[in-house]
């Protein structure tokens, strides 16, 4: 899909906006700042979002679109409920591990702000992560998974570790390839939840 002129402009300004968000955090960076690494004027960045905030708000919606139609796109081609869950861990760990200033806005900026739930950006990751309780759902409904288990219980479970996870690469660094964990984390949930038959 080809970008018009002001696509890319925008782009360009949110990219630049989570790249100074990232090194410098929410509170320090200024509209100045980004306007000047952006190279485009401050009125420009005020045409497309009437304040700081708003462009925050803004960086989360196009990035999870992307990442969440990638993985409905793999879902359809993998068969089992837990490959499918092994997936969806690989693709947001590999999604987080190759962009760390997206990573650092979303974990240490966005998901403890409460205005942020108003969002189309929040309203696109909590529609995307669905595709994960569906992914449970349908492993008890094929006796792959237990039939007492409450999906959402193990979805929080999942999303609770990778942000734990992600959180601390984003502050520490460690550990260097987050796609490292996607293996240890899927085989011990999967141990708590596949059916006795399973075993």
Known sequence: MTLTKTQIRKKNIIDTATRVFAQRGFQEATITEIAKEAKVSEASI??????????????PAES????FEVMAFH????????NK????VFL???SYQNNPDFAAVLMLFLKHNKKFLDTKGHHAIKEGIKQITQVIEEGIENNEF?????PYLVRSMILGTIEHLVTNWVMT????????????????????????TQK
């Open 46 to 59: 005020y045409e497309y979002f009437s304040t700081k905030e708003g462009l925050l708000f803004s960086i």
């Open 64 to 67: 999870s679109h992307t990442l």
């Open 75 to 82: 879902l359809k081609l993998i068969r089992g409920a837990a």
């Open 85 to 88: 869950l092994r997936a969806i």
């Open 92 to 94: 947001f760990m590999d």
């Open 146 to 150: 237990r039939k007492d288990l409450n």
């Open 173 to 196: 660094g460690n550990p260097e390839n987050l796609t490292e964990f996607v293996d240890p984390l899927i085989d011990s949930i999967i141990q708590g939840i596949e059916a006795q």
